[in-house]
């Protein structure tokens, strides 16, 4: 199960830090990441973690602003997010995929198991 947190209204240039709580299985087995749903649009892949957290990989639209980060002994993934743009208003979900790899998942359709979601809205 993964529980997203931490959403909400900010203004433009404003940050937020989502959060992404997992339970049920060995988080330290799983690549994770963080997509998004704009209204009107299909899911947009945001930023992924590969299991460890050594190696992270992000979107060109959020590069250099968002900071993905997790805590294996948490069972925690984050998202933070600066410098926040109108654009960036979405439904923000993790996800996670099993892997016995190094690396990450980029493909939004890879990932296997998802959270519910949490809303961020910038304001312009």
């Known amino acids: 199960q993964l529980v997203e947190s931490g959403g909400g209204l900010v203004q433009a240039g404003g940050s937020l830090r989502l959060s992404c709580a997992a339970s049920?299985?060995?988080?330290?087995?799983?690549?994770m990441g963080w997509v998004r749903q704009a209204p009107g649009k299909e899911r947009e892949f945001v930023a992924a973690i590969s299991r460890s957290g050594e190696r992270t990989y992000y979107a060109d639209s959020v590069k250099g602003r968002f900071t993905i980060s997790r805590d294996n002994a948490k069972n925690t993934v984050y998202l933070q997010m600066n410098s926040l743009k109108p654009e960036d208003t979405a439904v923000y979900y993790c996800a996670a995929e099993f892997s016995y790899g190094l690396g990450f998942v980029v493909k939004v359709q890879d990932y296997d198991y998802w959270g519910q979601g949490t809303q961020v809205t910038v304001s312009s």
């Open positions: 049920g299985r060995t988080f330290s087995n799983y690549v």
